[in-house]
């Protein structure tokens, strides 16, 4: 059992997606009673169930002290031994917050996109291949069946955006798919210049490669080698953050895709880059990490920064939190840069806290793109204010909404915990892991830090905007006939906001899962400060 | 190494023996009416068996026919390659109706004498053969581009052909000449122990320069491309899909044997890897912007070959035994991903008389299965993961970083990968985000159907003979002898 679990995690999407397949084959070939669509929701619900369910199992028996090699659920086979490729997947502490999100939320997507009628069958087929995808790449510790799942990630979720998004979404899509796909080939070649550079062998085993590849000593065009796939590996991950400049796919694609993939894509996908980051590049190269911790917390402040002006200019409600979602990961850049403080302290604190924020982003943000959605769905805009140019002249420049806290009292509740999350107050899980981030950026790079702080306040400034514009003043008496969330929406809503509420005060058991590994991450690179 | 007298090289030349029996059988099939029906049959039985008599020979280094032609590991892959193009091609072409019947039976026996052109191609060790085998390969090649008598088109297509493919091949017949009067020799390898120890390499090199004009006409390297596009888009469709693959195999054996055997030993004054570096780039770069702007799917698969080409100059540019394995691994997984690209647009072009892309909207929803598998192909053609085409590049850069040569050709050649996906993924647009009500659902004949679904397939389930596949090139090349 504990050594196929992990497999099991990865796989049983696969095998739910297979079994639509086959229901749908054998209901057109009329051996099996025509079927109703709901068929598919309910084979995507249950298959995604059985994962979380599992993710549950591993989180229980999860021991955080282990490493991934002493631990008993990691699974080492050959799969192309020609070229010395590995099935090698494991969990520590970095991945298991990263498995319980990815499985959580894709449970949730699943109830959140109940309503889809069009093609249901390609749907759910195609969500539950990048809930696979999703899976790999957190567990992978071979870096080519990383790369594999990655890669397999960006098809469904072309398709997924292209098809059911907006009005824009096949310009979304490609835009979306050229981007990862740039990044994602640099990232390649830095994976074959490791394969092939690092002494000892030739491999792409990510565990041995912590001892080997520091030793790589070549250069090429007068640069150092290591530098150059540090910096390959960083524009492979950076797009995926985004970290800016690379975030002008970002905002299009998450207000052009459906309500349950905005969700993934800034829940689980977005996590990846800094996920790749810590699991890549930070063990592999600690050297070019520390030296390079400056242009991350950079890098980080000019995220926090530009993300949250960019989502005070913002207009519709979903592109602001696609902004918002820019800003929070900005954080986590901050405080992966702390890993150069010279106080253990300030170190531990940043690299736990980028984690965490990293888990807790991807809730706040999950509930946040869910309640709009919730929202749109009713109304069919989502406005903030209706810009100068709308097609109706009469509507230019008004408020979109107002008032819908008298009308809307549950939504109101969960809308105000989502927002004061996102904005960092204290009491929510959003709260301790920026502060978390901000003493560990402060420990090392003090007056960007402070630059940074004031991220803080423009993220107050938009998200207090929007609640009182939307929520607040007169009411609008156009939306009179607007319903209270339903049951499945609080079904979605409260367990995110639950996990807020807890890690906002209580963080000890998601710190303690994160610690033993950050630390581990943090001996390899203090060497080199 | 031996050079066997002319009858006991029958022995080792009995499958094409059996491909001249039955171009024989088919033209006199196609002459007398009663028999017309039957030509494809005729072809199928004659391919299939000097198939059975394919894996029948064994390969050695002998050389036959008095050091003309050689049986060895390496030109019996290619000919296997060149065989299973051929004989899906015409499987395919039997329902298809970009060639009309009347002239099947003659399209069925150009396209085997251009199969027996290019296995002489491929096993050729001798400048008189080489040139003898690309003209064998040539002419027929451009009477089955224009074989649709009344369309403009396709004689645009066959004259243009045969201007380009008559210069480039004279060119080349002056770089074999130079090569003769510098070694005063036919046969390859003598010329090869004469080229190392003669002073004066500027006539090397222009026998160099030449040459690759002929070879790289043949496989449509940039700035020898030019037909490519005009020939594809005019020619009936199978004639682009064959064009598009077999010829461009033999093209690429041809073009290793010759290298590395003639210019192996002073690659360090030659530098031609140098040229085919700058030319690999080119040949890339230059296929897929064209590329981008291509509303004719033909024109589109054309350029999208070059491109592909592109990719495997790159392996070549690189002179190591690992290099020829990759392209030759590449060029298996090629033929499948175009050739199913091509099927699909054979479907297409048949069922919906689709020529440009925006005839193939909403055909995604229409016909499912289908076109999940045009999918897989165009995905693999992209190079993405998991499919074959990502492995075969995975191999192709592999030897840049071997060779610590010119790894910033690697970089030209992943910025390619992301340009390539944008026009490919241009045709999943139309297929799947494209509405189109009056889209009627058209049937697909089983050949056709089934063509698409194997080949296709390759691409993904490759991962169960991935490992035998290298072993068996890796094999196939240290026996060879070429390095």
Known sequence: MNSSILSLLIFIPVFGALSMLIVSVLSNKEIIPKQNKDIYKYIALITTGIQLLLAIILYMKFDPTLSVIESPFTVQLDWIPSFNIQYYIGVDGLSMPMIILAALLSFLCILISWNVEKHVLGYFSLFLLLDAGMMGVFMSLDFFLFYVFWEVMLLPMYFLIGMWGGPQRHYAAIKFFLYTLFGSVFMLLGMLALYFYAPGGNSFNLIHLITQAPQIDASLWGFDMRLLIWFALFIGFAIKVPVFPFHTWLPLAHVEAPTAISVILAGVLLKMGTYGFLRISYPLLPEEAASFSFMMALLGVINIIWGALNAIAQIDLKKMIAYSSVSHMGYVLLGMSGIVGGEAVGAEAGMNGAVMQMFNHGTITAMLFTLVGVLYDQAHHRWIVYPMDYKDPELAGKLGFGGLASKMPIFNGFIVLAFFAGLGLPALSGFISEAMCFIGGFGSFRVLTMIGTLGILFNAIYFLRAYQKVFQGPFNEKYSDLKDMSMRDLGIIIPLAFLTLLFGVYPQPLLEIVRHSMTKIILLVQPYI | ?483
């Open chain 2, 1 to 483: 190494m031996e050079f066997l007298s002319n009858i006991n090289s029958i022995t080792s030349y009995l499958p094409e023996l059996m491909m001249v029996l039955t171009i024989l059988c088919v033209f006199i099939m196609e002459a007398i009416p009663k028999y017309r029906p039957y030509t494809f049959l005729a072809s199928c039985i004659g391919l299939i068996s000097s198939g059975i008599l394919l894996s029948l020979s064994s390969s050695s280094t002998d050389l036959l026919f008095e050091g003309m032609l050689i049986n060895d590991s390496f030109s019996i892959y290619f000919k296997w390659l060149i065989l299973l193009s051929t004989f899906s091609i015409i499987l395919v072409s039997k329902d298809d109706n970009s060639v009309v019947s009347e002239v099947k039976g003659e399209y069925y026996g150009m396209l085997l004498i251009i199969t027996l052109g290019m296995f002489a191609m491929v096993s050729a060790k001798n400048l008189l053969m080489i040139y003898l085998s690309i003209e064998m390969v040539s002419i027929p090649s451009y009477i089955i581009a224009g074989i649709s008598k009344n369309n403009k088109e396709s004689n645009e297509a066959s004259l243009k052909y045969v201007i380009y493919g008559s210069f480039a091949s004279g060119i080349m017949l002056f770089g074999l000449s130079l090569l003769y009067g510098v070694s005063g020799s036919l046969d390859i390898g003598l010329v090869a122990s004469k080229v190392i120890s003669f002073e004066s390499s500027a006539a090397i090199y222009m026998a160099i320069l030449f040459i690759l004009v002929g070879f790289g006409y043949k496989i449509s390297m940039v700035p020898f491309h030019y037909w490519t596009p005009d020939v594809y888009q005019g020619a009936p469709i199978t004639v682009t899909a064959f064009l598009s693959v077999a010829p461009k195999a033999a093209g690429f054996a041809i073009l290793i044997r010759f290298f590395y055997t003639l210019f192996i030993d002073n690659v360090e004054i030659l530098q031609w890897p140098q040229l085919i570096a700058v030319l690999a780039a080119l040949t890339m770069t230059v296929g897929n912007v064209l590329a981008l702007d291509q509303s004719n799917i033909k024109r589109l698969l054309a350029y999208s070959s070059i491109s592909h080409v592109g990719y495997m100059l790159v392996a070549f540019s690189v002179v190591s035994l690992d290099s020829i394995v990759s392209i030759m691994f590449y060029m298996f997984f090629y033929l499948f991903m175009n050739l199913s690209a091509f099927y699909m647009a054979i479907y297409m072009s048949n069922k919906y008389n689709a020529k440009t892309i925006d005839q193939w909207n909403g055909i995604g929803i229409k016909v499912p299965v289908l076109s999940f598998f045009m999918v897989l192909s165009l995905a693999s053609l992209a190079g993405l993961p998991p499919t074959s085409g990502f492995v075969a590049k995975v191999y192709i850069l592999r030897n840049l970083f071997a060779d610590n040569g010119f790894l910033w050709l690697g970089v030209v050649a992943i910025i390619n990968t992301v340009i390539s996906l944008y026009y490919y993924f241009k045709i999943v647009k139309a297929m799947y985000f494209m509405n189109n009500d009056e889209l009627e659902l058209k049937e697909c004949c089983p050949l056709l159907f089934w063509s698409i679904v194997i080949f296709s397939l390759q691409n993904i389930i490759f991962y169960i003979y991935w490992p035998k596949l290298i072993e068996t090139l890796n094999f196939i090349v240290l026996n060879t002898g070429l390095v």
